[in-house]
């Protein structure tokens, strides 16, 4: 059997052999991997909650595969309320034809993403489509973590003159799945940048008073994080060009396709907006990390214009920043 | 605007316009809804946690939609482990092209499923895929609930002379999904058995030393979940045939479709095992719910043969039930 049939999906015996044989070993799971799990934790602290589906398309680009990236997406999630990640669902949507093979080592990548992010995947489901109805696979993750006492991520605690910190180098991830899309290669390769971010949370908030909002520019890139927050504290993001970091292969890739780095999809970098007498020593905290090498300040909070988010470019000028308008990049997560 | 476009799934503009105007205001989120939530409750007793996608075709049937299923299927699950459910998420992956009004009928069948299962979506995700890329849409429901101290649903809590407790006819989620997607109709129609749980299981669990184990059959029907309790007890679930309930309607859509109704999926009914001299109490607390008027006592639990699920028939013979072989029922759930 070398590809995934219907059956897999039925509920029946191969179903259960797919579980018993591939998924349960994978996750740690002592013959059982069900839809639904009994955790032996007790909450201490806020509970936090997400999801996210991904219909990444190739489901195997430079720098990674759907699998990982349905488990570190989720982790970032969760980090990014503040929440330290514990506990994952995974949902398969398997098209029929699917390669067995794939299935395996994507798998094994969400095992392995699991393990370095020190969570576990704790229940799964399995549905299988017909031919032609899905795409390869489609995979959600969803996930619970706990957010300790002393966190209070917030819009309402940002004020003007708080830092813009950013992790690392923009459009990395979005940049290496078009790559792989149009046949495209580089040299250096543009690699996705898909990565957990939980300990460098973790990291950064040991000075829990110096981090007022978190995000990881997604799907609509870093000026549509960038609006979200202009948006929900009704004050001005106002970045620097010069300042946002931007590896030369991404750079090249972007100008050949005629993309807007600030646009493009990340999977592994965060933008905080931090106190300024602590902007610093958070910046040192990220850059330790191997994740957070190119992390740099790239603007501050102000006041006016409320509700935008400006670029201030090298000559002077200055341009607001709209969000994501229509769809750039389609099925880049 | 009537249809989906790539952009509802860009995560800019078009994405947040659809999250404001439909998603957070039927959610009962105010201009918020956002891929992660923060939880106000904290955990007393332990948490469960599930997850399942649903791809049923087609996404609207008798007695139901794809929308209710997905807030349901997830009660449900976390019913079966004895949890109190209390917060969802949903992650849609959408066809480009479905109609936006199929979508707003959905979102708005989710709502009131989550209000009358007395469950909060507290997260979600939207992604889009193009034309005959996916089919229609699937929804993901990830859900957490907390489960009460003095509940310990087990395996190993079986023993021989437990009862086996039905709370409903089999087969009804379908055969009208089956009636629907091949152009059937019946008179009375064939509805689905879409419910919510947990209240029926609320009140079971006020016997909590009663109650051994739990499982809704659905996909594989009654014949796989008795299946699974074998199994995973090493003992023989051995059930009456004439005391399966099972209604007219269902029962002839079978015979016309040449489908067994032992192994045709359920939406709103559970299965227990239970203790013999609590059945009865049981049997009645189900028989208070609108779900559970045809609940029924329809065998027990035997040593031998270990790891096997028997058939009685009304003639005096027996026949082994095998869990569901390949594919029945293609997505019907």
């Known amino acids: 059997m070398d590809k995934i049939l219907m059956g897999h999906g039925s509920g029946g015996s191969m179903m259960h052999e797919l579980i018993a044989n591939h998924f349960a070993p994978a996750f740690g ?3 059982m991997f069900s ?4 955790l032996d934790a007790k909450a201490e602290g806020r509970l936090a909650m997400c999801t996210d589906s991904y219909v990444v398309s190739p489901i195997f680009f430079p720098g990674g595969n759907i699998g990982e990236l349905a488990v570190n997406g989720t982790v970032n999630d969760l980090s990014m309320v503040g929440a330290r990640p514990l506990y994952l669902t995974a949902g398969f949507i398997i098209e029929e034809g699917l390669p067995f093979d794939d299935l395996v080592r994507i798998v094994s990548s969400m095992a392995e993403a699991a393990k370095a992010a020190s969570v576990k995947i704790v229940a799964g489901d399995t549905k299988v489509v017909e031919r032609g109805k899905g795409d390869g696979i489609f995979i959600n993750t969803a996930g619970v973590g706990i957010i300790p006492e ?3 991520l917030s819009a309402s605690r940002v004020s003007p003159g708080d830092r813009i910190i950013i992790s690392g180098s923009i459009g990395n991830h979005g940049m290496a799945v078009m790559a792989e899309r149009n046949g495209l290669s580089f040299d250096p390769p543009v690699l996705s940048d898909t990565a957990p971010l939980s300990t460098l949370v973790r990291d950064m908030l040991k000075r829990p008073e110096g981090v007022c909002l978190m995000r990881d520019p997604t799907r609509g890139g870093l000026a549509t994080t960038l609006n979200e927050f202009a948006r929900e504290t009704n ?3 106002s970045i620097k060009e010069e300042l946002i970091p931007l590896v030369p292969g991404v750079r090249g890739a972007c100008d050949l396709l005629g993309l807007d780095p600030l646009y493009v999809a990340n ?6 907006l931090v106190r300024p007498d602590v902007a610093e020593y958070l910046l040192e905290a990220i850059g330790k990390h191997p994740s957070g090498e190119m992390a740099a300040i790239i603007g501050s909070v102000e006041a006016e214009p409320a509700g935008a988010a400006i670029l201030k470019t090298g000559i002077g000028g200055s341009r607001i920043l709209q969000m994501l308008q229509g769809e750039q990049l389609p099925r880049i997560c």
């Open 267 to 272: 999977e592994g970098i965060l933008v905080a």
């Open 235 to 237: 004050l001005c993001m």
């Open 35 to 38: 839809d639904a799990a009994v």
């Open 29 to 31: 799971m002592e013959g």
């Open 150 to 152: 002393e966190v209070e």
